[in-house]
C-alpha cells in the first residue's frame, strides 16, 4: 500500500492509498460532520454532511469525503462559505424531522442553521442508514431493511427475523441518531404481538 | 434460414435477396409504431390484407407493417412506394379507394394528403411534407421502408453492411479511431464524446468488458429512442455489435423500460434472428470476435436512466445510483469497465463505419457533429420525431417543421432536457440548436424531447411540475435531493395556490444551490435546472404569483376565476348544462351568471362556451367583475339595440 | 398459492440473483401482483435477503404488493400530455372510479396508476387501459372511456 500526500486545510497529511478523505482529515485532527460514515461500514455517500471542495489537475469541486479517497497532490478545505451554507441547508432540512436529535443540536449551532426554517414533519428517520447496514454487512442478519424510494422511503424490520435476532443483539441500536430506530423496534414487537 | 459464416456470404445473401426483390412493385408501407397503433393503425393494416386477399392481389402488391416515421399526430401514417405517396390519418375505410386509385390507376387520393395549416397547400411525396423536407433523416429515415420483424427488409436497406466491412478489413483499433474522429457526442443527454468513451474502456485493465444499451428513456415527452428501437431494432444492434468490437467486450445488455413492450419484443426478436443468421454470438462472422446480448427490463423507475443506476439494476438491486469519482467505463457494471450509450448514439455507428467520420463531420456544427433527433411535442401544429443536423435554429424547428403554435396562440418557450434541461424563451429562438449552445442558454440537449409551450402555459407551474416529477422519482438516498426536492415541491405548489410569501424565492435557491453542488448523482444534481432557467427568463411570473396572487398565463386553478362576459353571452345555456358544480345561474335569453361562492374552477364552462360567443372569461389577481344585476340580464336582440 | 411457476420462473433465469428484477416482473405479470409467499420464495430459492427483495418490490413502480384491478389505468402525466391537459383526464377518472393513483377500488375492477411518458406524445393526454391508449382525450371522452369497460 503505497502512502499518498495531500494537504488538508492547510496542514500536510499522509495517508495510505484507499484512506477516505474524511478519516484522513480525522486523523489529522480536523473533524469533518459525518451522520452517515462508520469505519466497519462500506462508505454510503448519503447524508452529504461532509461535502469538502478539492482542487486537483486545475479543476475545483464539491465531493464527499466519506467516499473520496486520497490522491497525490490533492488539496483539500474542509470550510469555506459556500460548504458551510451548504451544511447549514442540510441541517435544517433534517432538523424538520428530527428537531431533538442530539448531534444534529450541536452541528445546527455551530453552522447557524435555523431549526423551525423548514415546516415540521416529525418523521424522525433521517435515512443515514447505519441500522440497515450495520445488520448487512458486520451482523448479517437482515433483519431490517429499506423500502419504496424517495420521500416515501422507510427503514422497516423484517418480523420474523426480528423477533428472533434483535432482542438480545440491539448492537445498532446505539447508531441511531433520532432513535427512531428504538421506536421501531417496539412498534414492530407489539403489533406481532409481543410485550 | 441463412447462416452467414464469412463476410462474403452475408453479402451474396444480400445481392440474392435484392435481384429478387423488384423495385418498381408497388408496396404500401403502414406504420405499426406504438403512436400510429393507438389511432388504429393494426386495424388499416389488417384492412389492407384483407382487401388484397378479397381482390387476389397478393402477390402483386406488398403491404408491410413498419417502423415509425415520425409524424405521429397525423397517423395512421400509409406511405406507397414506389412513388413515396405518403397519406395521413389513414382510416380502415380508405384502403379501398387507395388501392383502387394509387396503386392501382397511379392516381392520388387528394383528401388523406398533408394540407398546410396556412397555405392550404398539399403535398404528394413524403419529401415534400414541410414536416419532412427540412429534416435529414439520416438515422431514422429507414423506418418507414422496413417491416421491424424482418432481418431480411434490413438487410434490403444495407443493414450490417457496416459490421461485414469492419470484420473483414478493420481492426477494432480502426473502428474506434473512426468513432473518435467523428466527434460523435452521447444522444442521451450528457453529450461526452462516444469515442472517448470507448477508448476509456478499451485501454482500462482486465479483460471482462461490457457494452449497454440505455433505453430507459424516462423524460417525459421524449420517444425517439422507443421509435427507434421499435422501428429499426438492428441498426441499434449492429451499433452495439460494432462498439463491442472496438472494445473488446464479449457481452452486451440492452436495458429496455418494461413500458415499452413492443420495443422490448421488438429487440428480443432481433437478438435472436441475429444468433440464428451468425451475426451474433461465437466467431461472428468468421473473424474470430464473439459477442452476445442479453435484454432486461426495467421496472418503472426514472432514476434507472442515470448510468450508475441502471448498472445497478442490471446487477439485480433497487436502481440507486454511485458516485461517479471513478467513471463507469473504467469501472462500471460488476466493477469492470462499461460502456453505456443511448440508444441513438448506438445507431450512428453503423453509418459512420459505412460512410465514414469525413462525411458525419459535414454534418452539423464544429462542436455537435451529426444529426439529432427531437421530440417535437406540446403546444405545436405537427406533433413528432424530427431529426435535423445539429446547428439548425430553434426557429426553423418550430415553424418551418413544427408548422408554428395552434389556434394562433403566442410561442412562449420551448423546455429543452427534459427535468434536466430549461426552458428557452422567445427572444431566443435564433439559438443553434446544438449541445454546447444548450448549455450555454442555461438548458441542455438531454435527451431530445422538445417540449413547446405557448401564452397559456404557466412558467411557475412547469417548474413546479418538473420537480413534483423528480420528488416521486428520486430514488431516495441522499438529503439533498430527497429532502431539497421535497421543500421545493412545496413551495412551488405553495406559490401556484396563490400562498406564495417574502423569501420564498431565496429559499428556493438556497435549495436549488445544495442539490447543484451535493446531490450524489446527476439526477440531482441536474433537478433545480428547470426552475432556474424558469426563474431567469420568465422571473415576473413568479413574482406575479407571490406579491399579486396573480397568474399571467391564467393557468394556476387556484388562481384564476372564471366569469361571463354580459356583452358576449347569448344566453345559450351550454355552460348551464355543462356545470358539474351547479354554479351557472340563467334561463333562456337571460345573460348568464357564475356563482363565484360555487364555481370549483374546473374549466368546463370556458371549453363548452361556442367559439362563435366566447363569453366565459378568465380573470387573475382581481376578482371579477360583479354580475349585472337580475333585472338587467335579458338579452336584447342585437337588431333591438338602436 | 402455488409454488411450482414460483420455482419455474426462478429456474429458468438460472437462479441468478442479478435477474431478480426480470424474476420479480414475470410473477407480476402472472398474478397481477407479488403476494407475500412469492417474495420469501424468491428470497429462498435464490439465497437473497429477503431486505433486499422488499426493497425492489417496494421501489419499482410495475410492482404491486396488492391485488390489482381486473383493468389496469395508466394516465400519462409526461411534460407533453400535461401541457395538454392530462390534470384534467386525471380528476375526471378519479371522479369516475372513485379511486385515487395508487388505488384499487373495492370490487377489484380499475385500478389507478400515474406513469410518466407512455411515448405517445403527439396524442396527448393519452390514457391507457389494459395496454390499449387512448389519445386525444377530452374529459367527457375520458368518461365515456371508462363507462365502456366491465
Known amino acids: ?195 | 434460414m441463412p447462416r452467414f459464416h464469412t463476410p462474403e456470404d452475408l453479402e451474396t445473401f444480400r445481392r440474392e435477396l435484392l435481384s429478387g426483390r423488384d423495385p418498381h412493385k408497388p408496396c404500401i408501407s403502414v406504420c405499426v409504431g406504438a403512436g400510429c397503433l393507438a389511432s388504429g393503425a393494426s386495424e388499416v393494416l389488417d384492412a389492407f390484407r384483407d382487401e388484397l386477399a378479397r381482390q387476389g392481389l397478393e402477390a402483386e402488391v406488398d403491404v408491410k407493417g413498419t417502423g415509425c416515421p415520425g409524424f405521429c399526430e397525423r397517423g395512421p401514417v400509409v406511405v406507397v412506394y414506389p412513388e413515396e405517396i405518403c397519406y395521413l390519418q389513414v382510416k380502415p375505410e380508405d384502403v379501398v379507394d387507395i388501392l383502387s386509385q394509387t396503386v392501382k390507376e397511379k392516381k392520388v387520393v387528394d383528401r388523406l394528403l398533408y394540407e398546410d395549416p396556412a397555405s392550404g397547400e398539399k403535398a404528394v411525396k413524403e419529401s415534400e411534407i414541410p414536416f419532412y423536407r427540412h429534416q435529414e433523416r439520416v438515422v431514422i429515415g429507414d423506418n418507414i421502408r422496413i417491416d421491424s420483424r424482418s432481418l431480411d427488409d434490413y438487410l434490403a436497406v444495407g443493414g450490417y453492411a457496416a459490421l461485414a466491412k469492419a470484420l473483414s478489413g478493420m481492426t477494432a483499433e480502426q473502428v474506434l479511431e473512426e468513432v473518435k474522429r467523428s466527434n460523435l457526442r452521447g444522444r442521451g443527454g450528457g453529450g461526452f464524446p462516444a469515442g472517448r468513451k470507448w477508448e476509456g474502456s478499451r485501454n482500462a485493465p482486465g479483460d471482462t468488458k461490457y457494452v449497454i444499451v440505455n433505453a430507459d428513456e424516462g423524460d417525459p415527452g421524449a420517444f425517439m429512442d422507443r421509435a427507434l428501437l421499435e422501428g429499426n431494432p438492428h441498426a441499434v444492434l449492429e451499433g452495439l455489435i460494432l462498439g463491442a468490437y472496438a472494445v473488446g467486450s464479449r457481452e452486451g445488455f440492452v436495458y429496455v423500460r418494461q413500458e415499452y413492450p413492443l420495443a422490448v419484443e421488438n429487440i428480443t426478436r432481433a437478438i435472436e434472428q441475429a444468433r440464428s443468421y451468425g451475426l451474433l454470438g461465437k466467431d461472428i462472422l468468421g473473424s474470430g470476435f464473439d459477442f452476445d446480448v442479453e435484454v432486461h427490463k426495467g421496472a418503472g423507475a426514472f432514476v434507472c436512466g442515470e448510468s450508475t443506476a441502471l448498472m445497478t439494476a442490471l446487477e439485480g438491486r433497487v436502481g440507486e445510483p454511485r458516485p461517479k469519482y471513478i467513471r463507469s467505463n473504467v469501472r462500471g457494471l460488476w466493477e469492470k469497465p462499461s460502456v453505456l450509450n443511448n440508444v441513438e448514439t448506438w445507431a450512428n455507428v453503423p453509418l459512420i463505419i459505412n460512410k465514414g467520420a469525413d462525411w458525419f463531420t459535414k454534418i452539423g456544427t464544429e462542436g455537435s457533429a451529426g444529426t439529432k433527433i427531437f421530440s417535437l411535442v406540446g403546444k405545436i401544429n405537427n406533433t413528432g420525431l424530427v431529426e435535423v443536423p445539429m446547428g439548425i435554429t430553434l426557429s426553423d424547428i418550430i415553424y418551418k417543421i413544427g408548422s408554428g403554435i395552434p389556434g394562433d396562440k403566442k410561442f412562449k418557450a420551448v423546455q429543452t432536457g427534459g427535468p434536466s434541461g430549461g426552458c428557452i424563451p422567445e427572444s431566443m429562438l435564433d439559438l443553434q440548436v446544438d449541445f454546447d449552445a444548450l448549455s450555454d442558454a442555461g438548458s441542455m440537449m438531454g435527451s431530445g424531447g422538445m417540449i413547446v409551450m405557448d401564452e397559456d402555459t404557466c412558467m411557475v407551474d412547469v417548474a413546479r411540475y418538473f420537480i413534483h416529477f423528480l420528488t416521486d422519482e428520486s430514488c431516495g438516498k441522499c438529503v439533498p435531493c430527497r429532502e431539497g426536492l421535497r421543500q421545493m415541491d412545496k413551495i412551488l405548489t405553495r406559490i401556484t395556490e396563490g400562498k406564495g410569501k417574502e423569501g420564498d424565492l431565496e429559499t428556493l435557491q438556497d435549495l436549488a444551490e445544495t442539490a447543484r453542488e451535493a446531490a450524489l448523482c446527476a439526477l440531482g444534481k441536474s433537478a433545480p435546472n428547470p426552475f432556474l432557467s424558469t426563474l431567469r427568463h420568465f422571473r415576473d411570473e413568479y413574482e406575479a404569483h407571490i406579491q399579486e396572487k396573480r397568474c399571467p398565463a391564467l393557468s394556476c386553478k387556484a388562481l384564476v376565476a372564471y366569469w361571463i362576459d354580459p356583452e358576449a353571452c347569448r344566453g345559450c345555456g351550454a355552460c348551464l348544462r355543462k356545470c358539474p358544480a351547479g354554479a351557472v345561474e340563467g334561463g333562456k335569453k337571460t345573460i348568464h351568471v357564475i356563482d363565484q361562492e360555487k364555481c370549483t374552477r374546473c374549466g368546463t364552462c370556458f371549453e363548452v362556451c361556442p367559439d362563435r360567443y366566447a363569453a366565459v372569461r378568465k380573470i387573475s389577481g382581481e376578482d371579477p367583475p360583479p354580475p349585472l344585476p337580475e333585472d338587467q340580464r335579458a338579452i336584447v336582440k342585437k337588431s333591438e339595440k338602436a | 398459492m402455488e409454488l411450482g411457476p414460483i420455482d419455474g420462473i426462478v429456474e429458468r433465469y438460472g437462479c441468478e440473483p442479478s435477474a431478480l428484477i426480470q424474476i420479480l416482473l414475470e410473477i407480476q405479470k402472472e398474478n397481477h401482483w407479488l403476494p407475500g409467499e412469492a417474495l420469501d420464495r424468491v428470497a429462498e430459492k435464490l439465497e437473497v435477503p429477503l431486505t433486499r427483495i422488499r426493497h425492489i418490490a417496494t421501489f419499482y413502480k410495475a410492482f404491486s404488493l396488492a391485488p390489482k384491478g381486473r383493468h389496469e389505468i395508466h394516465v400519462c402525466m409526461g411534460t407533453a400530455c400535461h401541457v395538454r391537459g392530462a390534470k384534467r383526464v386525471l380528476d375526471k377518472v378519479q371522479e369516475v372510479t372513485g379511486i385515487r393513483p395508487g388505488e384499487t377500488d373495492l370490487a377489484l375492477k380499475f385500478s389507478l396508476e400515474t406513469v410518466n411518458c407512455l411515448g405517445c406524445c403527439a396524442l396527448g393526454p393519452v390514457m391507457e387501459i389494459d395496454g390499449k391508449a387512448h389519445g386525444k382525450l377530452t374529459t367527457a371522452e375520458t368518461a365515456e372511456v371508462l363507462t365502456s369497460y366491465e
Open chain 1, 1 to 195: 500500500m503505497s502512502e499518498i500526500r495531500l494537504q488538508i486545510d492547510g496542514k500536510d497529511v499522509t495517508a495510505e492509498e484507499g484512506t477516505p478523505l474524511l478519516e484522513a482529515a480525522r486523523r489529522a485532527g480536523i473533524d469533518i460532520p459525518a451522520l452517515c460514515y462508520h469505519e466497519k461500514l462500506k462508505p454510503y455517500g448519503a447524508c452529504r454532511l461532509c461535502t469538502v471542495e478539492i482542487e486537483s489537475r486545475g479543476r475545483t469541486r464539491l465531493v464527499a469525503s466519506c467516499v473520496y479517497t486520497v490522491e497525490e497532490g490533492l488539496v483539500v478545505r474542509t470550510r469555506s462559505e459556500k460548504i458551510d451554507r451548504i451544511r447549514k441547508t442540510l441541517l435544517e432540512l433534517l432538523l424538520a424531522h428530527a428537531p431533538d436529535a442530539p448531534t444534529l443540536k450541536a452541528w445546527a449551532a455551530e453552522y447557524g442553521a435555523d431549526p423551525d426554517r423548514f415546516e415540521k414533519e416529525p418523521s424522525f428517520c433521517i435515512h443515514c442508514g447505519l441500522c440497515v447496514r450495520y445488520c448487512a454487512e458486520v451482523k448479517g442478519k437482515n433483519a431490517i431493511g429499506f423500502i419504496d424510494r424517495g420521500v416515501r422511503k422507510e427503514i422497516s424490520f423484517i418480523p420474523e427475523i426480528a423477533l428472533q435476532e434483535c432482542e438480545n443483539c440491539k448492537a445498532c441500536f446505539e447508531l441511531c441518531p433520532t432513535s427512531y430506530l428504538q421506536a421501531a423496534y417496539v412498534l414492530t414487537r407489539s403489533l406481532a404481538g409481543k410485550d
